[in-house]
């Protein structure tokens, strides 16, 4: 097991088996497939904010809903090595995703997405949470995209709907057919 020192604890890093199941689960395309495997009850897209106002609101919103759903459970938080992000444990060996993008991949929780990451770099705009976030149950995934300015949201029905009703996010249900592109206003 390898593993990492941050915050005066050792932290478990994740291998390619941790997340075997989203490789062989995405396929590449317009569709939320290519961030997320159809493997859940319900999908959804959340558009991200522009102001740092805005995005603090929908970063709580959105680790709030997700702690609701994963109580007690450590979370995966992927980090994409772009070159300009804070991947957290620059140290760290990398997982492979969507087109052999490396990720630094961590056994943490909501309280380290949340914390670990600065905004700056590449991912000013999209705030600090991770690229790629599941518990261990794997009940949920959300996925950031490097180049997308939404996130996907793949788990239970009753998550997504939270997701859809939350006045701080923008989210939109979606199909695993329909394109997953954020609609713009």
């Known amino acids: 097991m390898v593993t990492r020192v941050r915050d005066g604890r050792a932290w478990r890093v994740g291998t390619p088996a941790e997340v075997a199941w989203i490789a062989d689960g995405t396929v590449a395309g317009p569709t939320i497939a290519a961030a997320v495997p159809p493997v859940f009850e319900a999908y959804a897209t959340v558009e991200l904010p522009c102001s740092d106002e805005g ?91 490097w180049d997308d300015d939404w996130t996907c949201l793949g788990g239970p029905t009753e998550l997504v709907d939270d997701f859809l009703r939350h006045p701080a996010l923008r989210a939109r249900p979606t199909t695993l057919s329909r394109d997953a592109t954020a609609p713009r206003e």
């Open 55 to 145: 995005r603090n609101e929908h970063d709580r919103a959105m680790l709030a809903l997700l702690s609701e759903r994963s109580a007690g459970q450590p979370w995966w938080l992927g980090y994409l090595d772009t070159g300009a992000d804070d991947i957290v444990f620059p140290d760290a060996p990398t997982v492979s995703l969507y087109g052999r993008w490396p990720y630094v991949l961590v056994e943490a929780g909501p309280a380290q997405a949340a914390t670990w990451r600065h905004s700056g770099g590449w991912s000013f705009w999209k705030g600090p949470l991770p690229n790629l976030m599941f518990p261990a149950d794997r009940s949920w995934l959300v996925s950031t995209l």
